[in-house]
C-alpha cells in the first residue's frame, strides 16, 4: 500500500448523547480514492468533517501526512489549508467574483502575489471547464458551475488530501456528470481523495476503495466491484438492495 | 423671525448637530463592530461580554447616559476630556452617543451576519483562512452589505438622538438652540418648524440613499 496521508485512530465523537463515531479506524494512502458510502444519519459526513477538524472528536487521533491534526488556531489553519473541501451546497464566497474565490485562498494564506495567483486561478478554471465565467458572482452560475469553481478553489490551495462530502447531490440531474467528470479527471491525476458520494459510476470508475458506514461504525470495506457485486455484511446488502431499487 | 434668526446662531447650531452625528456615527460604527465580532466569535466570554454590552446599553435611556457623563463620570470621578467644561461636553456627548448607538450598529450587524449562510464561514476555515481572516474577507463585508438598510435606520435615529445631547451642551447644538429661543422669545410655531425642517433635510436624503444602497449592494444568492 502507498504511504498513509490520512490516518484516524480509534477516533470518537457524539452529539450530545448520540455516538456518532465509534472507533473509526481508516487510513487512506496517497494517491488513494476512497469512497464512504451509508445510510442517512451514519456519520459519513461527520467523520469527513472531523478530517479537517470543523467537527471536533473526544477521543482517538487524526493526523494527515505525518502531523497531528492541531485543536486550533493558526496551526488549525495552515493544516486546513492542506486540506481541499467540497461541500454540498458549493459555499462560494457569494459577494466575491469566480476568480476572487479562487485567489483567495493562495492569496491571503499562501502569500502568493495576486498576479500570479490570477494566473493560476485562470489555469484551473479551465482545468474545470468554467473559464469564461471569471468575472461573474457565484449566484450567476449554475450549480453545476458553482461545483466546479468550488474544487478549483480547493484545488488552488495544492491541498494533500481532498474531501468532497456529497458534492452532487444538490444538482440537477443534468448538471451532475460535468462535476464527477471533473472528479474523475482529479482521480486520475494522483489525486487523494475521501467522497461522500452515493454515485455508483463515479465510485466504479475512480475509487480504489469503498468503506460502508453504518451507526457510527465502519462496517465493511472492499474494492468498488467486490462492494457493490458482492457485499458481505448483512447491513450493507441491505443498503445497497435500497439505492439500487431506485 | 429674521430677527431671531440674526440673533441666535441657528446654522452654527445645525453644524454642531451635523457633527456629533458624524463623530458618533464613526465611533459606534467601530465600537459596534467590536461588540458585533465579539458575539460572533468562538470565544465564551468574549460572546458573554458583547450581549452583556448590548442588553445593558439598549435598555438605558440615552438621557441617563448623557447625564451620567458629565456628572457622574466626569464631576464625581474626575474623568475630564478637557479642562474647558464645553469642550469637555462636547467629547462626552460624543462618546455618550457612540456608546448608546454602538449596540444598536451591533445588533444591526448581527443581522447582517445572519444573512450569510453557515457554509460561507466553513469554505473560510477549510481554505485555511484563520479567524481574523475570515471576519476580515468573508464574514464582515457580507455582515456590512446586509446590514446597510437597519445601519441606516440606526444613523437616523442617531441624528435625531443628538437633541439628547442638549442636555449637557446648552445652547450649542439644535435642539438646545431652539429651546433658548423658545425661552427668550416666546413659543413661535415657525421658528419650531424652521427646525423640524433642518432635521428632515439631515435625515431624509440618507433615508433615501441607504434604502438605494441595501438593494444595490446587496449579496446576491
Ligand atoms: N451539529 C449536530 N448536532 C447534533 N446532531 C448532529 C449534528 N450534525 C449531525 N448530527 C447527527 O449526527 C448523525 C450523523 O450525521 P451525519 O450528518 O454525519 O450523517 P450522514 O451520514 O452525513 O447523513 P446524510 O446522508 O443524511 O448526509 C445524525 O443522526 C445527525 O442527526
Ligand atoms: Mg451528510
Not at chain 2, 453644524?15 to 468562538?42: E, F, H, K, N, Y
Request: glycine share 8%; aromatic share 6%.
Amino acid at each position: 500500500m502507498a504511504e498513509p496521508l490520512v490516518v484516524m485512530q480509534d477516533v470518537n465523537k457524539h452529539f450530545g448523547d448520540l455516538h456518532v463515531l465509534k472507533d473509526i479506524n481508516l487510513t487512506v494512502g496517497k494517491g488513494e480514492v476512497v469512497i464512504l458510502i451509508g445510510p442517512s444519519g451514519s456519520g459519513k459526513s461527520t467523520l469527513c468533517r472531523t478530517i479537517n477538524r470543523l467537527e471536533t472528536f473526544e477521543t482517538g487521533s487524526i493526523s494527515i501526512d505525518g502531523k497531528q491534526l492541531p485543536e486550533e488556531g493558526k496551526a488549525l489553519a495552515d493544516l486546513r489549508a492542506d486540506v481541499g473541501m467540497v461541500f454540498q451546497s458549493f459555499n462560494l464566497f457569494a459577494h466575491k467574483t469566480i476568480l476572487e474565490n479562487v485567489t483567495l485562498g493562495p492569496i491571503k494564506v499562501r502569500g502568493v502575489p495576486k498576479a500570479e495567483a490570477d494566473t493560476r486561478a485562470r489555469e484551473l478554471l479551465e482545468r474545470v471547464g468554467v473559464a469564461h465565467q471569471a468575472a461573474k458572482y457565484p449566484a450567476q452560475l449554475s450549480g453545476g458551475q458553482q461545483q466546479r469553481v468550488a474544487i478549483a478553489r480547493s484545488l488552488a490551495m495544492n491541498p494533500k488530501v481532498m474531501l468532497f462530502d456529497e458534492p452532487t447531490s444538490a444538482l440537477d440531474p443534468e448538471m451532475i456528470n460535468e462535476v464527477l467528470d471533473v472528479m474523475v479527471e482529479l482521480a486520475r491525476s494522483g489525486m487523494t481523495m475521501i467522497v461522500v458520494t452515493h454515485e455508483m459510476g463515479f465510485a466504479r470508475k475512480a475509487a480504489n476503495r469503498v468503506v460502508f458506514l453504518d451507526g457510527g461504525q465502519i462496517v465493511e470495506q472492499a474494492d468498488p466491484e467486490t462492494f457493490f457485486t458482492n457485499p458481505t455484511s448483512e447491513r450493507a446488502k441491505d443498503f445497497l438492495s435500497k439505492i439500487l431499487t431506485h | 423671525m429674521g430677527d431671531i434668526l440674526s440673533n441666535y446662531n441657528v446654522l452654527g447650531a445645525f453644524w454642531v448637530t451635523i457633527q456629533l452625528s458624524v463623530l458618533a456615527a464613526i465611533g459606534s460604527l467601530l465600537i459596534g463592530t467590536v461588540v458585533a465580532i465579539m458575539r460572533v466569535s468562538p470565544v465564551a466570554v468574549l460572546r458573554g461580554l458583547g450581549t452583556a454590552y448590548v442588553n445593558i446599553i439598549r435598555n438605558t435611556p440615552l438621557t441617563l447616559l448623557m447625564v451620567f457623563s458629565v456628572l457622574g463620570l466626569s464631576l464625581l470621578l474626575g474623568l475630564q476630556i478637557s479642562e474647558q467644561a464645553s469642550t469637555n461636553a462636547y467629547w462626552w456627548a460624543v462618546i455618550m452617543l457612540s456608546v448608546y448607538h454602538a449596540a444598536f450598529v451591533c445588533e444591526a450587524l448581527r443581522s447582517g451576519v445572519n444573512t450569510i449562510p453557515a457554509g460561507q464561514a466553513e469554505a473560510a476555515r477549510s481554505i485555511g483562512l484563520t479567524f481574523a481572516q475570515s471576519l476580515r474577507e468573508v464574514l464582515l463585508p457580507q455582515a456590512f452589505r446586509g446590514a446597510i438598510a437597519p445601519l441606516g435606520s440606526t444613523l437616523i435615529a442617531l441624528i435625531k438622538n443628538t437633541t439628547v445631547a442638549a442636555l449637557i451642551l446648552g445652547a450649542t447644538e439644535a435642539a438646545g438652540t431652539l429651546s433658548k429661543i423658545t425661552e427668550n422669545e416666546g413659543a413661535q410655531l415657525p421658528i419650531f418648524f424652521l427646525f423640524a425642517l433642518g432635521f428632515v433635510l439631515l435625515t431624509l436624503p440618507l433615508g433615501v440613499l441607504f434604502t438605494s444602497m441595501s438593494q444595490r449592494l446587496a449579496v446576491k444568492r
